[in-house]
């Protein structure tokens, strides 16, 4: 869907983006997190076509977007990490402005404006004043008018900005229902407890390299290594243990009251054959997860040493 090869960016002699690979298949939620400058938005600007980089190619379900950006545009909708001043202008008012700048005729303009007003949950403030709205009712409209054109690439930097916990939810579940309606979504965000919540890929920036990216279990693993397991149960804990000790491959690494926890190489099949072996023997199990670092310690680990890694994967894309 999206694809982002080699691209470059310098304001002066300061390189804000370096040789940023990237390829987003379509349906993806991708959290593009990253420190303060470190070149999230001068990437965003350079996929949405607001600015042009010094190097690289930028392509949208395959087309060139540097060189089509009047076609690009209307298959992109972007939500900006501002929100302008708009006196006098009420929010239908608004709507209609954008839709008459992709040259929409109007009767379809207030269909699809009246839609996703409803989507967004402002169907109620159509004859409200735009500056009068809340923060997080602001971020909504915004995300209403940037889906005006049913553009299938949506980019927001950070949307959730300044919203209160509620508003965040709400943006989180309109993000969600825009995911499982098929749109392609980029979001950049410091929150990463809220990314981990919905996105299923992640990429991130430090310094103007892109230092991971990839499905989040993906990245999780490369960074954090082998894969470890905890498997909870009521009774039955000697059993359980003497189960895993003896497939190949698992060491268990520790065990408590109720849970142990192991390190192996299985593949999921592996893993649930273990799980029915222990139910067959009476091991009274609870439950049993992966044991993943968060996205906060992930994230702390790869910005430690900006740049040093490189991606090799489907999302990364430097090697091809
Ligand atoms: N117009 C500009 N002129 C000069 N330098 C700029 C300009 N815009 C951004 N920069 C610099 O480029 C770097 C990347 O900025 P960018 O806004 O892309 O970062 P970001 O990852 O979006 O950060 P944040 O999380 O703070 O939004 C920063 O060092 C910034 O100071
Ligand atoms: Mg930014």
Known sequence: MLQINHLYKSYGKFQAVSDLSLHIPKGDLFGFVGPNGAGKTTTIRMVCGLMLP????IKINGVDALANQKEIKKQIGYVPDFFGVYDNLK??????FYGSMYRMHSREIAQIAGDLLELVNLSDKTEVYVDTLSRGMKQRLCVARALIHNPALLVLDEPNSGLDPRARVEMKELLLNLKSMGKTIVISSHI???LSEMCNSIGIMDHGHLVAAGRIEDVMDDVFGSNQLVVTFDEG???????????????VTSVGEKEMKLSHSMTKQEIAG???TMIENE?????FHRQEGNLETLFMRVTENAGAQEGGNDYAESNR
């Open 54 to 57: 010094n190097a690289g190619t």
């Open 91 to 96: 929010v239908r008012e608004y709507m209609d």
């Open 192 to 194: 990463l407890s809220e």
């Open 237 to 251: 804990r000697e059993r359980a243990v003497r189960i895993a000790n003896e497939y190949a491959g698992v060491k």
């Open 274 to 276: 273990m799980i029915a």
């Open 283 to 287: 091991v009274v199990v609870t439950g």
